[in-house]
Each structure stands twice: as C-alpha cells, then as structure tokens.
C-alpha cells in the first residue's frame, strides 16, 4: 500500500506484514501497536551496556505494563522495578520471580510495604519516616534506601526527580541518621539507589549521578547492589533528525566508572540501572482516525479520535510525538500545510499536536503518533466515559496480535453496586 507520510515505520518494518489500515479495520480506532522485535532489541541494548559481569537491568514497568510486554521482557532476562501494589501484581503474574522484582516506594503505606514484604519483594523506601514504617513492620528485615544526591536532569520540570528541588529521595546529609534507624531496627541495608529524572540525551548528568552515588555508597558496609536509575533518553524529534544518545559511549563510561571505584573499594558489588522508556518508547505507534477538519479563524484544526484520554503525554509535559500519516491512494500530491491536531474530548487544551507543517490531510486518513510504547496506554483514562484502546503487537513472525481489548462500555458499569 501507499503511505502518504511514514518515513520511520517504513523504516523500521513496524507494521511486519499488516499495515495500519488493516489494523483499524481489524481492532477498532485508536489503538496502540507495539512491535516485538524493537522491544528485543532495546532489552538486548540495555542488557549489554557494560562488560563488568555483575550488571542487570531494572525495567521500570510504570512506562508499560502491557502483559504481554512484561512476558518478553522476562524472556529477554530483565528484572523490574514496582511502584504500586498493581505493578507488583502485574509482573508476579508475568511469571517474574520476586527476587527479580524491587519495589520503588514514595510515600507508600504500610499495608502496601506489606504486600511486597509477605511476596518476598525488596523495597526501596525514600524517606526516614518511610524506614521507620518499614523498620515497625518488617524488624530486622532488609531494605534499600533511595537516596538523592542533588543532581537533576530531565526533559521537563515534572519529571526531573533528583536534585534540590524534588519530593525524592533522601539527602545525603542524613545518612548519619539513616544508619540510627537501620540499628534501631536491625535492618540490613542491602543496596541503595537512585533516579534522577527522565529523557536526558548527553552522558554527563547521569555519569555525575554515578560519582555521587558511589560516594555514598562508601558510607554504607554491607551493601549487594547499588542501583544508578533510569531516564536514558530516545530521539522524539526523528523527523528534524534529532541525534539518538550515544548509548555505546554511555557504557563506556559507566564501565570505566564503575571499574575504578570497584577497584578503589574492593568491593564486588552488583551495579543495576533502570530504564523505563529507552526500553519502551520506540516500540510503540499509536493510530487513530481523522474524524472531522475545520479552519476556525487564523488555525487549520485536525479532529481525531486520540484525545487526552488516549495519550496524555502532550498536555501533560508538552511533549512532542511525530505524527505519520497513512492513506492507500497511488497518487499524492505534498502540498504541505500548518494543521493543528486535536482529540474529541471537551477541554480547549486537548490539543495533541500543534502548528506542524504536514501533507494535506483529509478525512478518514489514519494518523500514526510515534514513540508511544512509553507512558502511553499507561496512562490513558476513561475520561469522558471514552474506552481505552485495545494494544496489538507485532510479534517475532512479523504478525499482528492482539493482547489487550478495548474496554467495553460494561467494563465502565462494573465497579458501581447501586
Ligand atoms: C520512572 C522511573 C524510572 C524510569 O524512568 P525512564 O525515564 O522511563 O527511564 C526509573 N526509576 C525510577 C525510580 C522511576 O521512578
């Protein structure tokens, strides 16, 4: 078939042997495609970031939590991390072992430290108050503690997690009265961690998180692991030709970084990192359907079925997705025009794409939003009473399957009792 506007699933072959009209046709607008080959990949990259042996990788399931997607991630020999007890549920019944799973608590309660301690899941908690809830329940237990070492970074304020101005972590400044709780307690502090924030595109703020980190990790004696977090960034901006973080120099230096202060320390210790979206993101394209076009004073606006409730990442931290555009018609003309693209929800700021320069589009194309296997369908709601769109994957033998329906109007009735 023609596709008038799709450089990058033509690309990569993201839609194997089906494309997305066939896929609407089949599943229903919107719909969130993810292809398993890409996720492979992005597994295997993270995996072999480093060549000092006692290295894993965390995947951060809040960025998709897709069954499915949990399973190949397994299979690829990841582990994960949790922030809820939904999280939790998810990956045991994705068949992850509970050694394999770590519990990132923020303001957690009890009953929740709870769950994770009768699973034999190891938590994480990030606050004193938070040790001395865990040290009242569970004496004598282990525990990591999330520690943040002052340094941020991130594509957005919202989601920049370390430094001085976030509700993470604990500062360094109290690890004296840290090591007061965990002897209060006879805790065992079997690693510490840290994330400072998400989508940066330069090593240098992440490799300084490392050197922070490793510096306080020398305060603590008996540590297993120490855990750098995730945030490693993905190109948004594919069509301007936005350079992709420079993964294998990334390695390089965490290794080289990590070799010296195990030989400075002597200390063997597991070293763990933990990407969410550079794992995600780009095995995800999400398609909807132009429903409607008007020009309402000085702007173009493109109806469609992708409102805030499908993805929210556009209103939410102004972020940007490149926009694709399918349509089977042999003969295109470019014409390119400034479009504003919007969803079908009743807010003025349900806007998921403004002023781009596009080809013409006209009613009924499929529009495809890149880069959307992260923090996509995770957050997708049923505000205005809309349906969460069903999520198909590509799998290995290039074929479509489908993995989650679409919410049906009954699943929206279910919970009420009168
Ligand atoms: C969200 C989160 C991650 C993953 O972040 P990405 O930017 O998706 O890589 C890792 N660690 C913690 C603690 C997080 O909250």
Redesign the pocket.
């Known amino acids: 078939m023609n596709y008038i506007y799709s450089n990058y699933t033509k690309y990569v072959n993201f839609f194997g042997k089906t494309n997305p009209l066939e896929l609407i046709k089949k599943y229903g607008s919107p719909l969130y495609v993810y292809n398993e080959n890409i996720l492979r990949q992005r597994c295997q990259q993270m995996k072999n970031l480093v060549t000092y042996p006692n290295f894993s990788v965390n995947y951060?399931t809040?960025?998709n939590s897709n069954l499915y997607f949990l399973n190949v991630v397994r299979d690829e020999g990841l582990n994960v991390?949790a922030?809820s007890v939904g999280e939790m549920s998810f990956e045991l019944k994705a068949g992850f072992d509970p050694a394999q799973i770590l519990f990132?608590a923020n303001n957690v309660s009890a009953e929740e430290m709870k769950f994770a301690i009768d699973n034999k899941i190891k938590i994480s908690v990030d606050s004193l108050s938070q040790l001395e809830t865990y040290g009242k329940i569970n004496y004598g237990g282990d525990i990591v503690v999330?520690f943040n070492p002052g340094v941020g970074a991130g594509h957005n304020k919202k989601?920049v997690?370390g430094g001085k101005n976030t509700k993470?972590g604990v500062t360094p400044e109290l690890i004296p009265e840290v090591k007061n709780i965990l002897k209060k307690y006879n805790l065992n502090l079997i690693g510490i961690?840290q994330?400072i924030?998400?989508?940066f595109m330069d090593t240098e703020p992440y490799i300084d998180s490392v050197n922070s980190i490793l510096a306080i990790a020398e305060e603590f004696e008996n540590l297993q692991f120490v855990n750098f977090?995730?945030?490693?960034g993905i190109p948004y901006y594919k069509q301007n030709f936005q350079m992709r973080l420079n993964i294998s120099l990334l390695g390089e230096e965490l290794d080289r970084t990590i070799k010296k202060w195990v030989k400075k320390c002597g200390k063997k210790i597991h070293f763990k990192i933990?990407?969410?979206?550079?794992i995600?993101a780009e095995c995800g394209v999400l398609l909807g359907t132009v429903t409607a076009l008007k020009q309402n004073y000085e702007n173009k606006y493109v109806g469609t079925d992708l409102g805030f409730n499908v993805i929210e990442r556009p209103i939410l931290y102004e972020s940007h997705h490149d926009i694709e555009i399918y349509r089977d018609e042999p003969s295109t003309s470019f014409d390119i025009e400034e479009v504003t693209i919007v969803g079908n929800i009743c807010e003025s700021g349900d806007i998921l794409a403004k002023y781009r320069n596009l080809p013409k589009i006209k009613e009924g194309d499929i529009i495809g939003v890149v880069d959307a296997g992260?923090?996509g369908h995770v957050m997708s709601s049923n505000y205005n009473l809309r349906l969460r769109p069903a999520e198909v994957f590509i799998n290995k033998a290039d074929t479509d399957i489908l993995t989650r329906r679409r919410d049906t109007i009954n699943d929206l009735f279910a919970p009420y009792l009168i």
């Open positions: 951060s809040k960025a991390d922030m990132i999330r989601v997690t993470f961690n994330h924030g998400s989508l977090g995730g945030g490693f933990e990407p969410g979206r550079y995600s992260a923090y």
